[in-house]
């Protein structure tokens, strides 16, 4: 019985690893790619929790402020995703798209 116990505790030991999100050991690129990915699959709810994990590690960051931005939308919180927007154009180059997709969300609102 106590075999099995500790076949148990390291079977779930093990387990933890695979089950924790994707985005939090990646670094910036893989990141970005793997929100992208999610968010290209509809899968936007489920990423949340990591898109907020990646803002508070680089917060700074235009494409995952803008990539942000677009999980937000995509979830339905227009406000948050026109903050992440300006935050992007705050952080990096204000480019034409960044621009016409604050514009858009602002109409939205």
Same mark, same amino acid.
């Given at each position: 019985? !106590? !075999? /099995? ?8 030991? &093990?387990?933890?690893? $695979?089950? *924790?999100?994707? #985005?939090?050991? +990646? ?16 899968? #936007?709810? *489920?990423?949340?929790?990591?898109? &907020?994990? +990646?803002? @508070?590690? $680089?917060?700074?960051? +235009?494409? &995952? &402020? ?5 999980? +937000? ?12 927007? !300006?935050?992007? %154009?705050?952080?990096?180059? =204000?480019? =034409? ?5 604050? /514009? $858009?969300?602002? @109409?939205? %609102?």
């Amino acid at each position: 019985m !106590k !075999k /099995l116990a500790g076949l148990f505790t390291v079977w779930c030991v &093990l387990q933890s690893g $695979f089950w *924790a999100p994707e #985005v939090v050991a +990646a670094t910036l690129p893989e990141t970005l790619q793997l929100l992208k990915e999610k968010l290209e699959s509809w899968q #936007v709810e *489920a990423v949340w929790p990591e898109v &907020l994990d +990646a803002i @508070e590690k $680089f917060p700074q960051d +235009a494409d &995952l &402020l803008e990539t942000a931005s677009h999980i +937000a939308y995509h979830l339905g919180d227009y406000p948050e995703a026109l903050d992440l927007m !300006k935050r992007a %154009i705050a952080a990096g180059e =204000e480019n =034409e798209v960044r621009r016409g997709f604050a /514009l $858009f969300i602002e @109409e939205t %609102i």
